[in-house]
């Protein structure tokens, strides 16, 4: 059974700092990418970040560049997102995502976790 389990969310002041999980199962891991979205009250869901198990390449949505970085450890099956300067904006709940191949960039995904709320106060 594949499962993706998020967590480390929470609520942390504006400034702040916030690592999340996702813990992958059942499936290979190295054999795709996990990337992170989020989804705020009212808003379409917005890719977050991305990252290779492959290959170790990352991408990020532009506003996340230089406060938040994704990292993988393949021997824990465990994608992390290290959010530092959290905003209010920032609020929403946030996912991980698994997609068969090596590319972050056009692609779908076959597997989402439950999902972390994360809340920022101003």
């Known amino acids: 059974e594949v499962q993706l389990v998020e967590s480390g969310g929470g609520l942390v002041q504006a400034g702040g700092s916030l690592r999340l999980s996702c813990a992958a199962s059942?499936?290979?891991?190295?054999?795709?990418?996990i990337g992170w979205f989020r989804q705020a009250p009212g808003k379409e869901r917005e890719g977050v970040s991305c990252i290779s198990n492959s290959d170790g390449s990352t991408y990020y949505t532009d506003s996340m560049k230089g406060r938040f970085t994704i990292s993988s450890d393949n021997a824990k099956n465990t994608v992390y997102l290290q959010m530092n300067s959290l905003k209010p904006e920032d609020t929403a709940v946030y996912y991980c995502a698994a997609g068969y191949g090596s590319s972050c960039l056009g692609r779908g995904y076959d597997y989402w976790g439950q999902g972390t709320q994360v809340t920022v106060s101003s």
């Open positions: 059942g499936f290979t891991f190295d054999d795709y990418v």
